[in-house]
């Protein structure tokens, strides 16, 4: 059960776009559909941004986006603001249903 | 208004054991697949354990197999984590998240946390 891979931080200015990396393999992100994505601010829960992939929930802005190219996700932050300044977490489930999380990104608004 | 609230967290010493509990309201909880997810201080989400809507399914990271049991009361909307022979590295905020898909969507909603610190 080893943690999702992602980039410990990513920083853009504001207006810019940012992206965020999530490798795994062919038992998890490249096999399964159900790959999320948190954004988590310090001392705060973490707030569901996309799920299965590509799916934004009601409420959260279309300036987030998700995808996925083998298996590897990606969570792009278009015309990036101070607020989304925060760490962000990629999730997907594995072909044993365990649920797996990514070591986290930083994402720092310069 | 949706809210987990989790209680039952504090200090405890090594090999010692805690019951974590999670009051749910504003959804319906029976339909509701949980999860119990921990943070260590400083560290990212690790993923503890996951209950489904009738208790069919339980499952455990390797991390905890063993020493941790999930279980659920549907009638009194909880959820709860039984955390035996506890060590240092089991320090960490317990979030209580519960998630459900239908035609509408994806709903996903999680608790505010609760620290366990296990030390001598």
């Known amino acids: 059960q080893s943690a999702l891979t992602q980039p410990a931080s990513v920083s853009g200015s504001p207006g810019q776009s940012i992206t965020i990396s999530c490798s795994g393999s062919s038992s998890d992100v490249g096999g399964y559909g159900h790959v999320s994505w948190y954004q988590q601010h310090p001392g705060k829960a973490p707030k569901l941004m996309i799920y299965d992939v590509d799916n934004r929930p009601s409420g959260v802005s279309i300036r987030f986006s998700g995808s996925r190219s083998g298996n590897t996700a990606s969570l792009t932050i278009s015309g990036l603001l101070a607020e989304d300044e925060a760490n962000y977490y990629c999730?997907?489930?594995?072909?044993?249903?365990?649920?797996?999380f990514g070591g986290g990104t930083k994402v720092t608004v310069l | 208004e949706v809210q987990l609230v989790e209680s039952g967290g504090g200090l405890v010493k090594p090999g010692g054991s805690l019951r974590l509990s999670c009051a749910a309201s504003?959804?319906?909880?029976?339909?509701?697949?949980m999860n119990w997810v921990r943070q260590a201080p400083g560290k990212g989400l690790e993923w503890v354990s996951s209950i489904s809507s009738s208790s069919s399914y339980i499952y455990y990271a390797d991390s905890v197999k063993g020493r941790f049991t999930i279980s659920r009361d549907n009638a009194k909307n909880s959820l709860y984590l039984q955390m035996n022979s506890l060590r240092v590295e089991d320090t960490a905020v317990y979030y209580c998240a519960g998630d459900y898909y239908d035609s509408s969507g994806y709903y996903d909603y999680w608790g505010h946390g609760t620290l366990v610190t296990v030390s001598s």
């Open positions: 504003g959804f319906t909880f029976s339909s509701y697949s």
């Open positions: 999730s997907s489930y594995t072909n044993t249903n365990v649920r797996l």
